[in-house]
C-alpha cells in the first residue's frame, strides 16, 4: 500500500455501509465529519476516522514485497455515529429510525470482516477499491473495538460535544510503503581490475611502547590517553578497517595500514597490569601480544566516603608508582581536582594522600607520576557523599494546634536541590536546602520514643547511617 492507503480504507468502508443502508432506506447517508461539526437531521451513520496508531506486530519488519523497503503498519480507529431524523411528534409510539441505522451498519460490518473480501450486490471489492488495498500483502480486517461508556465520553468531552451514543471499530492492517526510486542503469565499464589481498587473521609482531602508561594529564588537569603502534601483518584490508582492543577496551584507531596500526589507549582498563592487545579484520581477531601498563592502579582503601575525619586518608595500592608520585587525580563530570598532600611515606606499590574538599559525587582517582606528569595509572572509583555530624537533635513544636517533631541535622555537604531523609528506611522528601552544614526538616507528626535511623540523600547521594534517640 503507498501513502493513499488511509484514504482507500475510508472510502471502501464509506462505499460498504452505504450500499447497505441504502437497502433498508433509499434516502441513508454515510458522512466522515468530524463529531463536533453539526451533524445532518438525516438517515444514515456518520463515520470519523479518530486515532492512527503504528501496529506493534510490524515494528522493525520489512515490506514482503522488498527487503529494502521499511514498512509502516497501522491500526486505524474510528467511529461509528447513527444518524436519524428529529420525530416531529414527541409522544409518537415510533421507535429512533437511528438505531436502525446503526443495526444495519454494525451487521454490514460482522457479515464482511475482511474488506479485500467483499464481493456484494453493491459493493464488489475488485471494482471498489483501488490498487493500494487490491495488491496488499496482508488483508484489511474490520473488527468492533471493546469501548467503555468512559472512553467514548472522553473523545465526545475532548471535541466539547455532548456525548452521542456511537461504537467504535479497529481496522488492521493498513500498510503504508514509500515509493523507491527506480533503479538506475549502470555506467558503461571503461576498464577492468582486480585487487588480490590475502584473507588471513591479523598477526602482531611488536607494540611500540610495550609497557607504559595509558595516559598523560592534560590540560585542567584532564587525563589525556598516550598513544601506541602496533606492527604485524594483515592488520587491515580494503574496505575493512581493523578495531583493536586492551584489555577489553576499545582503542582509537589514528591511522591503520596492513603492517602498522597507530591508536590511542583507553583511558581506564579495569584488569591488569598485563592486558590482552588483540586486532581484528572482517570479523576474524588474531592472537593476542601483552602489553604491560604501567603504572598500574589496583585499589582504593576507600570506595564510599564522608570525609569525617580530619584530615581523610586515601591509599593507593598497586604497582610502578613514581617515588615520590608528583599528585593524586580526582576527576568528575569533566572536572578535575589535584592533591598533593601525601602522608607518611611513598613506595613503588603505594602512596596514602589526603582527599582535598571535595563535593557530593562519583570520583575517578587516578595517580600521577613525578616524571613531569607524563605518567597517569588507570582510574578507580571513589564516591563522596553527605556527612551527618551527631548528635541529630529532634525538639517538639506547635503546627496549628498539634504538637509534631522537629528534627535538626548538622553536618557537611547537605545543601542541594533534591533532599530527603530517611528515617527507619522511610523517605521524607524535604525540598531544596541552601545551607550546606545543616538541615531542619518538621514531620507532620511526632515520632515514636526510642532509637531510629537517619540518612541524608542529596541530590542522589545517600550519607552514611546513624543512629538518634527521640
Known amino acids: 500500500m503507498g501513502a493513499e492507503a488511509i484514504h482507500d480504507v475510508t472510502r471502501g468502508l464509506r462505499m460498504l455501509l452505504y ?15 468530524p463529531p463536533g461539526d453539526a451533524l445532518p437531521n438525516a438517515l444514515g451513520v456518520n463515520l470519523y476516522l479518530y486515532r492512527v496508531v503504528e501496529s506493534p506486530s510490524t515494528k522493525n519488519v520489512s515490506w514482503q514485497g522488498s527487503a529494502m523497503k521499511p514498512l509502516l503498519g497501522l491500526n486505524l480507529s474510528y467511529l461509528l455515529t447513527p444518524l436519524g431524523k428529529v420525530p416531529e411528534d414527541a409522544s409518537s409510539d415510533q421507535g429512533d429510525d437511528a438505531h436502525t441505522m446503526l443495526g444495519v451498519a454494525m451487521m454490514t460490518l460482522h457479515e464482511n470482516p475482511v474488506l479485500n473480501d467483499v464481493h456484494i450486490p453493491g459493493f464488489d471489492a475488485d471494482t471498489v477499491l483501488g490498487p493500494a488495498l487490491l495488491d496488499a500483502y496482508d488483508q484489511v480486517k474490520v473488527s468492533l473495538l471493546p469501548t467503555s461508556i468512559e472512553e467514548l465520553s472522553k473523545i465526545w468531552a475532548t471535541i466539547n460535544q455532548p456525548y452521542r451514543l ?16 527506480a533503479p538506475a542503469n549502470g555506467a558503461l565499464v571503461a576498464r577492468t581490475a582486480l585487487d588480490v589481498f590475502a584473507f588471513e587473521a591479523p598477526t602482531i609482531n611488536a607494540l611500540v611502547p610495550a609497557t607504559g602508561a595509558l595516559a598523560r594529564l592534560g590540560p585542567n588537569d584532564v587525563a589525556v590517553p598516550n598513544e601506541i603502534v602496533i606492527s604485524g601483518t594483515a592488520l587491515s584490508a580494503p574496505g575493512r578497517p581493523p578495531a583493536a582492543t586492551l584489555g577489553g577496551a576499545p582503542l582509537t584507531i ?15 582498563v579495569n584488569a591488569g597490569p598485563d592486558a590482552d592487545v588483540r586486532v581484528t579484520v572482517a570479523g576474524r581477531t588474531g592472537p593476542a601480544s601483552t602489553f604491560r601498563i604501567a603504572p598500574w592502579l589496583a585499589s582504593l582503601s576507600l570506595a564510599r566516603s564522608d570525609l569525617h575525619a580530619t584530615p581523610t586518608l586515601l591509599t593507593l595500592t ?26 607518611g611515606g611513598s613506595t613503588a606499590s603505594s602512596a596514602t594522600v589526603e582527599i582535598p574538599a571535595l563535593g557530593n559525587g562519583v570520583y575517578a582517582v587516578r595517580l600521577i607520576g613525578a616524571d613531569d606528569a607524563s605518567s597517569s595509572t588507570n582510574e578507580r572509583t571513589l564516591e563522596i557523599v553527605p556527612l551527618i555530624t551527631p548528635p541529630v537533635t529532634v525538639e517538639q513544636v506547635k503546627a496549628g494546634s498539634a504538637l509534631v517533631d522537629r528534627i535538626i541535622v548538622n553536618g557537611a555537604r547537605l545543601d542541594g536541590v533534591a533532599i530527603a531523609l530517611i528515617v527507619d528506611g522511610v523517605a521524607y522528601l524535604a525540598g531544596p536546602n541552601a545551607n550546606p552544614n545543616q538541615i531542619v526538616y518538621t514531620f507532620g507528626r511526632t515520632l515514636a520514643s526510642g532509637a531510629h535511623t537517619l540518612a541524608v540523600e542529596v541530590d542522589g547521594f545517600r550519607s552514611l547511617q546513624v543512629e538518634f534517640v527521640r
Do not use: C, H, M
Open 254 to 268: 589514528l591511522e591503520a595500514s596492513a603492517k602498522r596500526i597507530r591508536a590511542a589507549f583507553p583511558t581506564n
Open 318 to 343: 598497586g604497582q610502578g608508582f613514581s617515588v615520590p608520585p608528583f599528585a593524586v587525580l580526582f576527576e568528575s563530570g569533566g572536572r578535575a581536582v589535584s592533591a598533593q598532600t601525601f602522608a
Open 166 to 181: 456511537s461504537v467504535a471499530y479497529e481496522v488492521n492492517l493498513v500498510e503504508l510503503i514509500p515509493d523507491q526510486p
Open 19 to 33: 450500499s447497505q443502508l441504502t437497502l433498508e432506506n433509499d434516502t441513508a447517508i454515510v458522512t466522515l465529519l
